[in-house]
C-alpha cells in the first residue's frame, strides 16, 4: 500500500510539472504575440480629470507627475493630493503647476480620513473638485507617454465600459539587486498571467497604474468611498464596477513604474503584502497559480524522486523556458534595461517563498502601519486583535 502511495505521489508531482511547463509554454507565446502599438487615432476625446495622490517624495517623482502634465490631449484637469501640509512632495507639484498653468492644476491638502485606505481617503478629498465626467486615477510612481488619456479616453467610446485599466512594466531606480527583482516579479509574471488569465476570463478588476472610471459607473457603485477599506481598491473598484453592470476594459498603453526596494527585506514584505492581497480577494485563482511556479515546482519534484534523470530534465526544461520568458518580455515591453537571466531561478525561489508565507497568516505592512487583511479584501488595524476599521 506505501509503495502504491508513493507511486501516486510522484505521478502527481509529475503531473504538476508537467501543467506547470504547459502554463509557461502558453504564456511565452502569450507575451511574444504582446506588443505596444502606437496610438490609434480617435474621435472620442472628452475632457477628463486626472487625479494623483500623492505621499512623500517618491523617486522620480517629478518626472513621473510631469509626464501625466505633458499630454497630448486638448482638455484635461490635473488634480495632486495630500494629506499633510508639510509633506515633502508639494514643492514639486507646485513646481510642476506654475509650470503647466495651462492644465488647470491644483493641489488638494485635505487631512480626512474616511477609512483604513489613506489613498481612498486623499481621492475622496480630491473629488469633490473634479470638473469632468471622466476621471483617471494613478499612484505617484507611475510614467506615461504623451498619447496615454488618448488612447484611455479611446476605449470609452463603447459606451458599455465604465472603467478603463492599463498593464504596465517595471523598471529598477537604481542597480540594487531588490530593484531588479522587483521589476522582473512584473514584468516577467505579472504580465504573463494577466494574458493568460484574459484568455479564459472577462477583466473584471483594475491594476493601481491606471483606474480611469466614468463618473456614473463610479457613483453606481456608491462613489469612491466604497473602496475606502479595501487595500486592493484597483481590484475592487473593477470588480464593483462589473458588478453594477458596466464593463472593465484593457487600454493599450504601457504604464512604467519606476520600482524602488531599499533592501530585499523591503520587497519581501512588498510583495508578501501583494500576495496576501491577492489571496484573500481571489482566493481560487491565487490558490492556483502555483502552476506558474514551473522552476521551484520541477526542482522540489526532481528532488524528491532523488534527482532522477527524468526530473532534471523537466528542471532544464522550466529553466529554458523561464529565461526565454526574460528575453520575451524584455522584448515585448520594450524594457531599456539590462537583461539579468542569470537572476532568474533567483527571482522564482523568492516568488515561491513568497506563495508560501502568503498562506500563513493575514497581517500586511503598509507606509509603517500593520494591518490585517480580512476574508473579503478590506483591512483592518492591526494591534494584535480584531480592531474595527477607522471611520
Same mark, same amino acid.
Given at each position: 500500500?506505501?509503495?502504491? $502511495?508513493?507511486?501516486?505521489?510522484? #505521478?502527481?508531482? !509529475?503531473?504538476?510539472?508537467?501543467?506547470?511547463?504547459? !502554463?509557461?509554454?502558453?504564456?511565452?507565446?502569450?507575451?511574444?504575440?504582446?506588443?505596444?502599438?502606437?496610438?490609434?487615432?480617435?474621435?472620442?476625446?472628452?475632457?477628463?480629470?486626472?487625479?494623483?495622490?500623492?505621499?512623500?517624495?517618491?523617486?522620480?517623482? !517629478?518626472?513621473?507627475?510631469?509626464?501625466?502634465?505633458?499630454?497630448?490631449?486638448?482638455?484635461?484637469?490635473?488634480?495632486?493630493?495630500?494629506?499633510d501640509a508639510h509633506d515633502p512632495a508639494i514643492p514639486v507639484i507646485e513646481r510642476l503647476i506654475r509650470e503647466f498653468p495651462e492644465r488647470s492644476a491644483a493641489l488638494v491638502i485635505d487631512p480626512r480620513v474616511i477609512g483604513s485606505n489613506y489613498k481612498i481617503s486623499?481621492?475622496?478629498?480630491?473629488?469633490?473638485?473634479?470638473?469632468y465626467d471622466f476621471l483617471a486615477i494613478s499612484d505617484a510612481d507611475c510614467k506615461v507617454g504623451r498619447h496615454?488619456?488618448? *488612447?484611455?479616453?479611446?476605449?470609452f467610446a463603447d459606451p458599455k465600459v465604465g472603467a478603463v485599466t492599463c498593464l504596465y512594466r517595471g523598471t529598477p531606480v537604481g542597480k540594487r539587486l531588490? %530593484?531588479?527583482?522587483?521589476?522582473?516579479?512584473?514584468? *516577467?509574471?505579472? #504580465?504573463?498571467?494577466?494574458?493568460?488569465a484574459l484568455m479564459s476570463e472577462p477583466l473584471e478588476y483594475c491594476f493601481g497604474a491606471t483606474m480611469a472610471v466614468r463618473r456614473e @459607473? /463610479? %457613483?453606481?457603485?456608491?462613489?469612491?468611498?466604497?473602496?475606502?477599506? !479595501?487595500? @486592493? %481598491?484597483?481590484?475592487?473598484?473593477? =470588480? #464593483?464596477?462589473?458588478?453594477?453592470?458596466? =464593463?472593465?476594459?484593457?487600454?493599450?498603453?504601457?504604464?512604467?513604474?519606476?520600482?524602488?526596494?531599499?533592501s530585499l527585506k523591503s520587497l519581501f514584505r512588498h510583495e508578501l503584502r501583494w500576495a496576501r492581497t491577492m489571496r484573500a480577494v481571489r482566493p481560487r485563482g491565487y490558490a492556483l497559480s502555483f502552476v506558474t511556479d514551473a522552476v521551484p515546482i520541477a526542482l522540489l519534484v526532481a528532488i524528491a524522486t532523488g534527482l532522477h534523470s527524468s526530473g532534471l530534465i523537466?528542471?532544464?526544461?522550466?529553466?529554458? $523556458?523561464?529565461? /526565454?520568458?526574460?528575453?520575451?518580455?524584455?522584448?515585448?515591453l520594450g524594457s531599456k534595461d539590462v537583461l539579468w537571466p542569470w537572476l532568474v531561478p533567483v527571482r522564482d525561489l523568492l516568488t515561491f517563498a513568497i506563495r508560501a508565507a502568503s498562506f500563513v497568516g493575514r497581517r500586511v505592512e503598509w507606509r509603517q502601519q500593520?494591518?490585517?487583511?480580512?476574508?473579503?479584501?478590506?483591512?483592518?488595524?492591526?494591534?494584535?486583535?480584531?480592531? *474595527?476599521?477607522?471611520?
Amino acid at each position: 500500500m506505501l509503495h502504491v $502511495l508513493c507511486q501516486l505521489s510522484m #505521478l502527481a508531482g !509529475y503531473a504538476t510539472v508537467v501543467a506547470s511547463l504547459v !502554463y509557461s509554454a502558453v504564456a511565452l507565446v502569450r507575451v511574444a504575440l504582446f506588443r505596444t502599438q502606437s496610438p490609434r487615432p480617435a474621435a472620442f476625446r472628452p475632457p477628463i480629470t486626472v487625479l494623483k495622490p500623492v505621499c512623500g517624495l517618491e523617486p522620480r517623482l !517629478y518626472e513621473n507627475l510631469r509626464s501625466f502634465c505633458a499630454q497630448d490631449y486638448p482638455e484635461f484637469q490635473i488634480l495632486f493630493g495630500v494629506r499633510d501640509a508639510h509633506d515633502p512632495a508639494i514643492p514639486v507639484i507646485e513646481r510642476l503647476i506654475r509650470e503647466f498653468p495651462e492644465r488647470s492644476a491644483a493641489l488638494v491638502i485635505d487631512p480626512r480620513v474616511i477609512g483604513s485606505n489613506y489613498k481612498i481617503s486623499n481621492l475622496a478629498n480630491m473629488i469633490g473638485r473634479a470638473r469632468y465626467d471622466f476621471l483617471a486615477i494613478s499612484d505617484a510612481d507611475c510614467k506615461v507617454g504623451r498619447h496615454y488619456l488618448a *488612447e484611455v479616453a479611446a476605449v470609452f467610446a463603447d459606451p458599455k465600459v465604465g472603467a478603463v485599466t492599463c498593464l504596465y512594466r517595471g523598471t529598477p531606480v537604481g542597480k540594487r539587486l531588490a %530593484d531588479r527583482l522587483g521589476a522582473m516579479f512584473i514584468n *516577467e509574471w505579472f #504580465l504573463p498571467s494577466v494574458l493568460v488569465a484574459l484568455m479564459s476570463e472577462p477583466l473584471e478588476y483594475c491594476f493601481g497604474a491606471t483606474m480611469a472610471v466614468r463618473r456614473e @459607473a /463610479l %457613483d453606481a457603485i456608491g462613489g469612491i468611498e466604497a473602496l475606502s477599506s !479595501y487595500l @486592493a %481598491d484597483d481590484h475592487m473598484l473593477g =470588480r #464593483l464596477v462589473a458588478a453594477s453592470g458596466y =464593463r472593465v476594459a484593457l487600454a493599450r498603453h504601457i504604464v512604467e513604474i519606476a520600482i524602488n526596494e531599499p533592501s530585499l527585506k523591503s520587497l519581501f514584505r512588498h510583495e508578501l503584502r501583494w500576495a496576501r492581497t491577492m489571496r484573500a480577494v481571489r482566493p481560487r485563482g491565487y490558490a492556483l497559480s502555483f502552476v506558474t511556479d514551473a522552476v521551484p515546482i520541477a526542482l522540489l519534484v526532481a528532488i524528491a524522486t532523488g534527482l532522477h534523470s527524468s526530473g532534471l530534465i523537466l528542471v532544464g526544461v522550466a529553466l529554458a $523556458l523561464r529565461v /526565454l520568458m526574460h528575453f520575451a518580455a524584455h522584448a515585448a515591453l520594450g524594457s531599456k534595461d539590462v537583461l539579468w537571466p542569470w537572476l532568474v531561478p533567483v527571482r522564482d525561489l523568492l516568488t515561491f517563498a513568497i506563495r508560501a508565507a502568503s498562506f500563513v497568516g493575514r497581517r500586511v505592512e503598509w507606509r509603517q502601519q500593520k494591518f490585517s487583511v480580512q476574508s473579503d479584501g478590506q483591512m483592518v488595524i492591526y494591534n494584535g486583535r480584531a480592531s *474595527e476599521v477607522p471611520q
